[in-house]
Antibody
């Protein structure tokens, strides 16, 4: 059974760095054609894709936030980590990780974790 | 970047009646490999999104056959043949041709 679970701080102060961890099970991060993305959804708003890491460790980022995001993985721990620098209250959102398998984009999602940016 | 738009943004449907949602992309989603990387998701209230349709018209595992997807190039449609109460939520279209981007969502509720 494929599962993804997000973890990280509930509250972050403006200008701080946010670090989120996605722990996966039921598949290997190093399997060919497998990848994991981070996405977010501000309260009451639409989904926004943030970053993706492929099985070969290639990374892609959304253009608007590229300078603030870093995605990485630890295959031995089955974890994908997203860091976002210099957070602002507009970064308040539920953050999701989701799997991409071959051409099946986001076929499995985590439950999401709500992060609030506030002083 | 590819911009996705959806219409309508909200839809109220009588159970048993059909429903249709349109999605347009700012550029063609047909990839050089012949595939079109276009998807539909449903986010039910209080839940994570779930994949409904991939590559324009293929239903994901477990998705009822009352859901169907069609389209090509830049214009796509999701149809629900007979809406049921469990179909309420927000429907998102998404492209995977260049990075990923979502439409604004269409909120579907029951009359």
């Amino acid at each position: 059974q494929v599962t993804l679970k997000e973890s990280g701080p509930v509250l972050v102060k403006p200008t701080e760095t946010l670090t989120l961890t996605c722990t996966v099970s039921g598949f290997s991060l190093s399997n060919a054609r497998m990848g994991v993305s981070w996405l977010r959804q501000p309260p009451g708003e639409a989904l926004e894709w943030l970053a993706h890491i492929f099985s070969n460790d290639e990374k892609t980022y959304t253009t608007s936030l590229k300078s603030r995001l870093t995605i990485s993985r630890d295959t031995s721990k089955s974890q994908v980590v997203l860091t976002m620098t210099d957070v602002d209250p507009v970064d308040t959102a539920t953050y999701y990780c989701a799997r991409v398998y071959n051409t099946l984009a986001f076929d499995s999602w985590g439950q999401g974790t709500l992060v609030t940016v506030s002083s | 970047d590819i911009v996705m738009t959806q219409s309508p943004l909200s839809l109220s449907v009588t159970p048993g009646q059909p429903a249709s949602i349109s999605c347009k992309s700012s550029q063609s989603l047909l990839q050089s490999d012949g595939k079109t990387y276009f998807y539909w998701y449903l986010q039910k209230p209080g839940q994570s999104p779930q994949l409904l349709i991939y590559e324009v018209s293929s239903r994901f595992s477990g998705v009822p056959d009352r859901f169907s997807g069609s389209g090509s190039g830049t214009d796509f449609t999701l149809k629900i043949s007979r809406v049921e109460a469990e179909d309420v939520g927000v429907y998102y279209c998404m492209q995977g041709m260049h990075l990923f981007s979502f439409g604004p969502g269409t909120k579907v509720d029951i009359k």
